[in-house]
């Protein structure tokens, strides 16, 4: 089935650095990702839909200056998080849909935890 | 985006069968029912996911009102590793990007 990578699993920075998280779909290709926030016993909130060759879709509320993404290829998106502070730390998931061979679900990354100190 | 509802939580014994609920009375005609579970500390896995008849697969079954106001997860023999939140999230098929917005999901307690 479709696989999903998302790197690091977890990271540890200081506050006012920037973190860069990857997400690949590692034997598919996918035009479109997405990618997801959830802290602590909360569900997960859609931040942006990632398009390879232009620019991503932020949803309302989401700051697109701090949460930089790239999709460099159609194999990999990635979302940077810049001047990192405490309030930015939570679980970062990443999503794509292999829309090669039908209609099948979406896959997801195993997630990055980011903690902030 | 249309909206499902949930119970917050639900329990089964071990190797008893689960039925969740979702409701989803706005839904529309291009609408597919998704279901995904999260595990702890782990990103969501996909289950199953049907548009108007019902769907079975080697996770589970999807259950779709006539009406498709309402769809039912069975899990056929609930095990420990099923423990998990489930989500039940409508997508839009005729939406070009498709984005999948995840509602607040019910956890699924198992018990030995």
């Known amino acids: 089935g479709a696989v999903v990578s998302q790197h690091p699993s977890w990271v540890i920075c200081k506050s006012g650095t920037s973190v860069k998280i990857e997400c690949r779909s590692l034997d598919f290709q996918a035009t479109t990702m997405f990618w997801y926030r959830q802290f602590p016993k909360q569900s997960l909130m859609l931040m942006a839909t990632s398009n390879e060759g232009s620019k991503a879709t932020y949803e309302q509320g989401v700051e697109k200056d701090k949460f930089l993404i790239n999709h460099a290829s159609l194999t990999l998106s990635t979302l940077t998080v810049t001047s990192a502070h405490p309030e930015d730390s939570s679980f970062y998931i990443c999503?794509?849909?292999?829309?090669?061979?039908?209609?099948?679900?979406?896959?997801f990354g195993s997630g990055t935890r980011l903690t902030v100190v | 985006d249309a909206k499902t509802t949930q119970p917050n939580s639900m329990e089964s014994n071990e190797e008893e069968p689960v039925h969740l609920p979702c409701n989803h009375s706005t839904i529309s005609g291009t609408d597919y029912i998704h279901w995904y579970r999260q595990l702890p500390s782990q990103g969501p896995e996909y289950v199953i996911h049907g548009l108007t008849s019902n769907v079975n697969n080697r996770m589970a079954s999807l259950a779709i009102a006539e009406d498709r106001k309402s769809s039912t997860l069975i899990l056929h023999r609930a095990t420990l590793r099923d423990a998990a939140v489930y989500y039940c999230?409508?997508?839009?098929?005729?939406?070009?990007?498709?984005?999948?917005?995840f509602g607040t999901g019910t956890r699924l307690l198992v018990s030995p």
């Open positions: 999230i409508l997508r839009d098929g005729n939406t070009g990007f498709q984005k999948l917005v």
């Open positions: 999503s794509a849909r292999d829309t090669g061979f039908g209609d099948y679900g979406y896959t």
